[in-house]
DNA sequence: ATATATTCGGTAAACGTTTTCCATGGAATA
DNA sequence: TATTCCATGGAAAACGTTTACCGAATATAT
C-alpha cells in the first residue's frame, strides 16, 4: 500500500484517461456530471494530491509569491506581513516569506524563486530588486511582476530597461517634517536625531524632512548632531551614551525608528536623565510596544495593515495583468503623540 | 530579444546535445574541461537560468523548506526564525516561511507545499501536523520529513501511524517550575499567573510546573489566581484590571509569555501599582524588549538561536537520510532575574 | 601489436501534469 | 430522413529538465 498516487494511478484506478481525471477535477464542466462525481470521489478517498511543480510546470503559473523582508524579526516589518498574507490567501495566493537579514546574496537567493519559476512575482522591502545588476542588464531578462516596498525612491521609482517599478509606501519626508515641527513646537532647538543605514532611502527622506522643518522653523541644522545608527535598540543605547557625552546637549532626540526610541530611552533613564523634561524622544513606526513603553513613545504611525494589503492586491494585479490604476501608492501616516514628547504640567 | 532561454536554446546556440549542458552546469565532470567551459561561459552570458520547477519534477528534491509560524510578528518566534534561516543556508536550502495567524486552514494551506512536492520537509510550530485529519489516516499517505517546534507534547510526541515527529523544544514543566520557585523564595505565597491558550501544550506544561512548584513549597494553588489570556500584550492588559479587582490581590504575577508581561505591568504602573514593590511580575520568553521595559523583566530565556538551528538541522538531517543522533531534542532554558522581581533594598 | 578500460557526448525516456486535437454518438434542427 | 451541432472522452504533445544507456574515441595495460 501507500504506492505511489499519481493522477495516471488515479485514472487506472477508475479505468479512465488521465484526460478525463485532470478535467473531472480542474475543469469539471468540461465533463459529464457523472464523470466528475466519480473522479472527484475517488481522488478524496485515494488522498489523490495533485503534484504542483507539475502543473505549474505546464501551465507557468504557481500562484505563489515571494516576498523578501530584511528581518523578519522587526517589530515593524512584522505588522506589514499579516496584511500582506492576508490579502493574498482572500486572491488564492500564497506568500513565502524569505529573511534576508539585509544581505545582498540572500536576497538574490529568495529572488532566484522567480527565475526559478517557483513564483510569479516578489515584494521587496529593500532598494533595489532582488537580482545581480548582470541579471538586470541583460538583454534576456524580462522584468517579472514585482512591487517594491518601505525602502522606495519615491522620486524617480527605481526603474529597470526604463520601466519604472511599481511602489507601496508613505511619504517618509512629510512624515518626518511632521513630527520634527512638533519637536519645533515643543520648544525645542536643539534636536539630535539618530538615524539608520544612511545609503537607504528612508533615512535619506527622513533626514531630508527633519532638516527642511527645521529649516522652515530658522533653526540651523547642525549636522554634528546627526549620529548614525542601525535601527536597532541596539544603536539606540550606544548612541544615547554619546549624545549624552556632548558638551552643549539636545533637548530632544528624534530617533528614526522606534526600536532605537526605545533603547535611546533606556540609557537616558539608566543615567537619571527624565524623558520628556530634560530630553524629550520621538521615534518612527508606531511599533505595538510604543504605547508600552514608559513613558510612552511619541512616533509616526505608518498604516501597517493597509502596506502589506495594497502591496499584495497591486502586485496580483500585475501579475494577472488587470488593469492597474495607481502603480505608485503613496500611503498616509499619523503623527502620535504621546508622553515622551509632551511635557506633563 | 529576450525569448525564451531554456537549455534547449542553449544547447542549439552552442550546437550541442541538452545532455551536455545540463551535465556541463551540473555535473561537471562528467564532461571534457573544454565543453565545461564554452558552456558556463556561455550560460553566463545569455543569462540561463534553470528551471527548477523542471528540475525538481525530475530529480524530487526541491531544496526548500517550509516553516510554518503560528505568528510571523511574535517577538519571541521571529527570534527563532534567523537562526532557522541561516542554518539551512548553510546547507543549501532555503526556508518559506508561512504565517498561519494560528488558523488551521492556513497551516493546512501551507502543508499542501509538501504534498504539491514544492518542498522536501516541514518544520511547525502548532502541535498539530499541517495536513487534514482524513489525509493523516489515509493508506496513502506516506509521512514527509518534519519537525515539530515550540508547541510539542514531549511526554508523548505526536505520532502518525506509529510514527513518532521529532521535535525540538525546551522543558517548559522545568522552566515553569524554576521561574515559580523563584517568585516564592522572594516570599510571594499568592501568584497570579496569566496563560495563554489553555489546549495548547506549552500552556499546559507550564501551568503543570508552576503548580507542582507550589506544592514543593507547601503553597495550596488556587484556580482562581489562574487567568486565561492568548500570549498578547492587550490580554495582559486585560487581565490585570482583572487581577486588580480582586478583594484578596496576589503578590505576584506570572505571565506565561513577554508581551502579556509588558501589558500586565502597563496597567499596573497605570494604577499606581508599583512593580515589583506592590506586586512581582515575571515573564516568559525573554524577548528582545524584556530587558528594556521598566522595570525590567524577570523570565525564562528560551534559547532562540539554538532552537531555530537545530529545528533545521535536524530536518535537513532526515530529509538526506543521515544517521540522526536524537530525534527528540530538549534544549536548556535559563532563569533571567531582572528588577521586576527583585525589591531593591 | 592487441585487448581492455576509461572518457565523453548523444539519444531518448522519464518526471506528472494540462490541453489541443480528434473521434464518437446522440440530440437538435431542417 | 438527412444534416448539423454539441457534449464527452481519449490519444498524444508539450512544459524543461535529468539521467540511463550506448557507442565512439581515446588512453592504458599486456
Known amino acids: ?33 457523472d464523470m466528475r462525481e466519480r473522479v472527484q470521489a475517488a481522488a478524496k478517498e485515494l488522498g489523490y494530491k495533485q503534484n504542483t511543480l507539475a502543473s505549474s510546470l505546464r501551465t507557468a503559473k504557481t500562484r505563489n509569491i515571494v516576498a523578501i523582508i530584511p528581518d523578519l524579526s522587526d517589530t ?9 498574507e492576508d490579502a493574498a490567501a482572500k486572491r488564492g495566493y500564497s506568500i513565502l516569506f524569505g529573511d534576508s537579514q539585509g544581505e545582498r546574496e540572500r536576497e538574490i537567493r529568495y529572488g532566484e524563486l522567480i527565475q526559478g519559476k517557483r513564483a510569479d512575482g516578489v515584494i521587496f522591502f529593500s532598494s533595489t530588486p532582488p537580482f545581480p545588476e548582470e541579471t538586470l542588464q541583460s538583454d534576456n531578462f524580462t522584468v517579472p511582476p514585482m512591487v517594491n516596498s518601505c525602502e522606495v525612491m519615491i522620486d524617480s521609482g527605481y526603474k529597470i530597461k526604463g520601466q519604472s517599478i511599481p511602489y507601496v509606501t508613505i511619504n517618509n519626508i512629510e512624515a518626518s517634517k511632521e513630527i520634527t515641527e512638533h519637536l519645533i ?9 539618530i538615524t539608520g543605514d544612511p545609503s537607504t532611502p528612508s533615512v535619506k527622506q527622513r533626514l531630508q524632512g527633519h532638516i ?20 536597532t535598540i541596539e544603536s539606540g543605547q550606544k548612541l544615547a551614551h554619546d549624545i549624552l557625552k556632548l558638551k552643549h546637549r539636545p533637548t530632544a532626540i528624534f530617533c528614526m525608528c522606534d526600536e532605537s526610541a526605545i533603547g535611546c530611552m533606556h540609557t537616558l533613564k539608566e543615567n537619571g536623565v527624565r524623558v520628556p523634561q530634560d530630553i524629550a524622544v520621538a521615534g518612527f513606526d508606531d511599533i505595538r510596544f510604543a504605547q508600552f513603553s514608559t513613558p510612552t513613545l511619541t512616533t509616526i504611525a505608518q498604516p501597517v495593515e493597509e502596506i502589506g494589503r495594497r502591496c499584495s492586491e497591486l502586485l496580483i494585479d500585475i501579475i494577472e495583468n488587470k488593469s492597474i490604476k495607481e502603480k505608485r501608492v503613496v500611503l498616509p501616516h499619523k503623527l502620535v503623540i504621546r508622553e515622551s514628547t509632551r511635557i506633563p504640567n
Open 1 to 33: 500500500m501507500s504506492n505511489k498516487l499519481g493522477i495516471k494511478e488515479l485514472a487506472q484506478h477508475l479505468d479512465i484517461s488521465i484526460a478525463s481525471v485532470s478535467r473531472a477535477l480542474h475543469n469539471p464542466n468540461r465533463v459529464s456530471k
Open 76 to 84: 515593524f516589518n512584522a505588522g506589514v506581513i499579516r496584511s500582506m
Open 185 to 193: 513646537q515643543q520648544g525645542h532647538k536643539r534636536i539630535a536625531v
Open 212 to 231: 527642511e522643518a527645521q529649516q522652515m522653523a530658522g533653526i540651523e541644522h547642525s549636522s554634528s548632531l546627526v549620529f548614525e545608527g542601525d535601527y
